[in-house]
């Protein structure tokens, strides 16, 4: 069976948008961000603030998405940012370009200020787009997930398809979560798991397998049903698609969307603005 995030009605700004918009704003943004050599904090400080301030507005309770932002914040700072501080990987030329003095080494690699620059440039960027995915699962209606796809103007088998990956990924945490307890019940000590890579691999053998096999089978058990109701066969409706429709506040986020998104292409493009660079002002901090 599938489960979802752990969605909670809220009479929140967010919530009251159409779910449409919510995504199309997401993907302006997201666009907007990655547009090539777009790294000049002028551009993504004002994102990153809209995209807190959204944030917050969603009123979502720190003990509901307190591990996920453990893991984003270990696989931004420790891996992203960790990267960009040591080799400067990943951006432009001009961050590994030797003029640029020194502060300190690690390991006999020279840790310059344009690396550290351009690293909190990158950590910024990705919790910038973090802030924005984060409360979709959480405060969008899990059954309106392919209603929003399919109004989108996507087929039903994509629509599908997406509905099913917002939820594979919670169910999966709860398979994982049961076999876990099981396998302790059982007297198996997970704190024990230790060794190379090889070793813990086998060791983790008795939860890795059960939840693989959990898997393959919920996604049968799917398949299963679908068949079962001809899905694809012909045109589906949809349960609540008559209850999507744009009000005021859906086109002024629209719009935003489109503005970010298209302000970024001619700052870009148009205006040479976006390179990256070093403000003074952090190049004084460390001469």
Not at 30 to 39: A, K, Q, R
Not at 50 to 63: D, F, P, Q, V
Not at 233 to 238: A, G, K, L, Y
């Amino acid at each position: 069976m599938l489960v979802t995030w752990k969605y909670r009605p809220r009479d929140t700004f967010i919530q009251r948008l159409d779910p449409r918009t919510r995504l199309l704003f997401f993907f302006c943004v997201i666009f907007g961000l990655t547009l090539p050599d777009i790294w000049d904090y002028r551009v993504i400080l004002p994102l990153f603030a809209m995209s807190l301030t959204l944030y917050l507005m969603a009123r979502i309770e720190w003990k509901d998405v307190r591990r996920v932002w453990i893991f984003i914040f270990i696989l931004v700072f420790m891996i992203v940012g960790l990267n960009a501080l040591l080799s400067g990987r990943g951006g432009p030329a001009s961050v590994t370009n030797s003029s640029s003095p020194v502060v300190f080494e690690v390991l006999g690699i020279d840790v310059t200020i344009a690396k550290i620059w351009f690293a909190l440039t990158q950590v910024v960027r990705m919790i910038t787009m973090t802030l924005l995915a984060i409360p979709i699962p959480y405060t969008m209606d899990p059954n309106i997930y392919g209603t929003a796809f399919r109004k989108l103007g996507s087929s039903d088998k994509v629509a599908f398809t997406m509905d099913l990956a917002f939820r594979f990924l919670p169910t999966f945490a709860r398979d994982f979560t049961i076999t876990m307890d099981s396998q302790r019940a059982r007297g198996y000590e997970l704190e024990k798991v230790n060794g190379g890579i090889a070793s813990r691999l086998r060791k983790l053998a008795p939860l890795i397998i059960p939840v693989v096999m959990q898997s393959t089978v919920t996604g049968e058990e799917v398949i299963d049903a679908m068949d079962l109701r001809a899905f694809g066969t012909t045109p589906r409706t949809w349960i609540k698609s008559d209850d999507l429709r744009y009000k005021t506040a859906d086109y002024f986020m629209l719009g935003l969307g489109f503005v970010i998104l298209v302000g970024g292409f001619v700052l870009r493009f148009g205006l040479g603005i976006g390179e990256f660079f070093i403000p003074d002002f952090f190049t004084n901090l460390f001469v």
